[in-house]
């Protein structure tokens, strides 16, 4: 199987930084889009950011310009550097794969499959 592990998450003061990270494992072929998607306490999840093996990129209006998705094909990790963090941004933050080529013994699969979750918490 596939598995995603998160790592980064925290405590941060408004206005700081935290960069979140990625690592898909398993025996993948290939990753078509990678993304991030957040989930406050009482409000639906949303997405946040993804990016295709290509490098393109789409961001949620509200981290335009503050937050930027990045990452490593090679090592099929994805990367979210956040800038000018706000209190609006505290929620739980799930990688996502989405197009996984993968295989299971000799058996090629396609799926899409999200990580455990991450806390950011952006509070004084």
């Known amino acids: 199987q596939v598995q995603l592990v998160e790592s980064g998450g925290g405590l941060v003061q408004p206005g700081g930084s935290l960069r979140l990270s990625c690592a898909a494992s398993?025996?993948?072929?290939?990753?078509?889009?990678m993304g991030w998607y957040r989930q406050a306490p009482g409000q639906l999840r949303e997405l946040v950011a993804t990016?295709?093996?290509?490098?393109?990129?789409n961001y949620v209006d509200s981290v335009k310009g503050r937050f930027t998705i990045s990452r490593d094909n090679a090592k099929n990790t994805v990367y979210l550097q956040m800038n000018s963090l706000k209190p609006e941004d505290t929620a739980v933050y799930y990688c996502?794969?989405?197009?996984?080529?993968?295989?299971?013994?000799?058996?090629?699969?396609?799926?899409?499959?999200w990580g455990q979750g991450t806390q950011v918490t952006v509070s004084s």
């Open positions: 990016i295709t093996s290509g490098g393109s990129t």
């Open positions: 996502n794969a989405e197009g996984v080529a993968y295989w299971i013994f000799n058996t090629r699969r396609l799926g899409s499959f």
């Open positions: 398993g025996r993948i072929s290939n990753i078509n889009v």
